[in-house]
């Protein structure tokens, strides 16, 4: 079973702790996380991408000059897809880009995304993630202390205003709850700070 130190807000080490292996331990699986990567941008797809068909544009349908004899190419109609500012052929028309994955792939990728982190050392666990005031200073300063910078994602139990506005301002960092975790977002991270209680739940729930 995977274990991995706790510290305090000041970056001082107060533990350690046993990761579950069922969900920090499995070796994890790249075909299944490409798949789900995959899902999460089609889904975040707007799908509102549309032009004009041959039919749609706004032309005269009179033939611009006879078939034969003048020395140009025949020509049937301005709205033509040959034409300048004419239709589109194939034009693409709004739709929905979103599917589902079945749940068990959903459950295995997040658990290879955590098991991934895992192996790298890449996951830090704080004993409780919490701030009296509204300070993205305050904030910077619990991440340097335990050595956090770049691209992170700060979990904790549950919504803690002081915590989100306090990292909003910070580039890279991102902040979650432990129950809305997406192996997108863990990816997209290179460091995962989680409280221990937002890492019990995490068990308790993906399991």
Same mark, same amino acid.
Request: glycine fraction near 6%; aromatic fraction near 6%.
């Given at each position: 079973?995977?274990? @991995?130190? =706790?510290?305090?807000?000041?970056?001082?080490?107060?533990?350690?702790? *046993?990761?579950?292996?069922?969900?920090?331990?499995?070796? +994890?699986?790249?075909?299944?996380?490409?798949?789900?990567?995959?899902?999460?941008?089609?889904?975040?797809?707007?799908?509102?991408?549309?032009?004009?068909?041959?039919?749609?544009?706004?032309?005269?349908?009179?033939? +611009?000059?006879?078939?034969?004899? @003048?020395? /140009?190419?025949?020509?049937?109609?301005?709205?033509?897809?040959?034409? @300048?500012?004419?239709?589109?052929?194939?034009? +693409?028309?709004?739709?929905?880009? &979103?599917?589902?994955?079945?749940?068990?792939?959903? /459950?295995?990728?997040?658990? &290879?995304?955590? &098991?991934? %982190?895992?192996?790298?050392?890449?996951? =830090?666990?704080?004993?409780?993630?919490?701030?009296? *005031?509204?300070?993205?200073? @305050?904030?910077?300063?619990?991440?340097?202390?335990?050595?956090?910078?770049?691209?992170? %994602? =700060?979990?904790?139990? &549950?919504?803690?205003?002081?915590?989100?506005?306090?990292? /909003?301002?910070?580039?890279?960092?991102?902040?979650?709850?432990?129950?809305?975790?997406?192996?997108?977002?863990?990816?997209?991270?290179?460091?995962?700070?989680?409280?221990?209680?937002?890492?019990?739940?995490?068990?308790? =729930?993906?399991?």
């Amino acid at each position: 079973m995977p274990t @991995t130190n =706790v510290y305090n807000m000041a970056g001082e080490k107060v533990g350690e702790i *046993e990761l579950s292996a069922a969900i920090f331990g499995i070796e +994890p699986n790249k075909s299944v996380l490409h798949d789900s990567v995959k899902n999460h941008l089609a889904n975040c797809r707007q799908g509102t991408q549309s032009a004009l068909t041959k039919g749609e544009v706004s032309y005269t349908t009179a033939k +611009p000059w006879r078939q034969k004899g @003048t020395g /140009r190419a025949r020509a049937g109609y301005k709205g033509s897809p040959v034409w @300048t500012h004419g239709g589109v052929a194939f034009a +693409p028309k709004p739709r929905d880009y &979103s599917y589902t994955l079945n749940k068990k792939v959903k /459950r295995l990728a997040l658990k &290879s995304a955590l &098991s991934a %982190l895992a192996a790298e050392d890449a996951i =830090v666990v704080i004993d409780d993630i919490k701030v009296d *005031e509204i300070k993205t200073k @305050t904030f910077k300063a619990f991440l340097d202390a335990v050595n956090v910078s770049g691209k992170t %994602l =700060v979990v904790t139990e &549950s919504v803690d205003e002081k915590v989100v506005k306090s990292a /909003r301002n910070l580039a890279g960092v991102t902040t979650t709850i432990a129950t809305i975790l997406s192996p997108y977002m863990i990816l997209n991270n290179r460091k995962l700070v989680v409280s221990k209680a937002a890492l019990a739940k995490i068990e308790e =729930v993906y399991a």
